[in-house]
């Protein structure tokens, strides 16, 4: 089974509906992640949390919220889609560094989302 | 901020050629640094790291070693196999916080 699991795996929607997006980790981690990726630009940080209680905005947060509904669940909201929020999503995961000097995280498969 | 700049693809090689894509990054300190392969209709998984200056990071025949002088980290490949098609991205990780990627490097090997 999958360690770091995303639902849906695919989606289209139309502009101005409300999406969620979700993650589920069975790796025990405390930290999670939401990413885009777009051709040529790499993967954005959306958002990211360190434990249940802590949620922290990434690089390109507007348009987005997130919700920590427990340690092995991480969803992402898409209050109002536009068509520029067409994009692969990938959640990620990572356990508490160990003599603090690096960060490996575990991606899921991803979810591409389509606004129209 | 931290950043980090891969070269430009997408690269196509044959089966059997040496594979180099570079990496360069920008950072205060001294980062701990990531390659990360994505196959096709997959996430992202760790190829190899390098947490300090000189270190080599290697996997299935892949390595990069961790240039500080030349604030580079490129990835290394001697012979590429058609299995190595994917997209490559290099990232750092500065205070085991967040990662920083690249734009990503899409690789196609062909027979």
């Known amino acids: 089974d999958a360690d770091v699991t995303q639902t849906p795996r695919n989606r289209i929607t139309k502009t101005g509906k409300r999406i969620m997006l979700e993650c589920s980790q069975t790796k025990g981690h405390d930290r999670m992640y939401w990413y885009r990726q777009d051709p040529g630009l790499g993967l954005r940080l959306i958002y990211y949390?360190?434990?249940?209680?802590?949620?922290n905005k990434g690089e390109i947060s507007d348009g987005y919220s997130v919700s920590r509904q427990a340690q092995a669940k991480f969803s992402l909201s898409l209050e109002s889609a536009i068509p520029n929020q067409t994009a692969l999503y990938f959640c990620?995961?990572?356990?508490?560094?160990?003599?603090?000097?690096?960060?490996?995280?575990?991606f899921g498969p991803g979810t591409r989302l389509t606004v129209l | 901020g931290n950043s980090v700049t891969q070269m430009e693809g997408p690269v196509t090689l044959s089966e059997e050629a040496f594979l180099t894509i570079n990496c360069t990054y920008t950072a205060t300190g001294y980062p701990s640094l990531f390659w990360y392969v994505q196959y096709p209709g997959e996430g992202l998984q760790l190829l190899l790291k390098?947490?300090?200056?000189?270190d080599k990071g290697s996997n299935k025949g892949f390595e990069a070693t961790y240039r500080k002088e030349t604030t580079s980290f490129h990835l290394e490949k001697g012979s590429v196999q058609v299995s190595d098609s994917a997209v490559y991205f290099c990232?750092?990780?500065?205070?085991?916080?967040?990662?920083?990627f690249g734009q990503g490097t899409r690789l196609t090997i062909n027979p």
């Open positions: 949390s360190f434990d249940v209680k802590d949620i």
């Open positions: 990620a995961t990572s356990d508490l560094p160990r003599g603090g000097t690096y960060n490996e995280q575990f």
């Open positions: 390098a947490t300090k200056a000189d």
């Open positions: 990232a750092l990780s500065q205070g085991a916080q967040k990662l920083v």
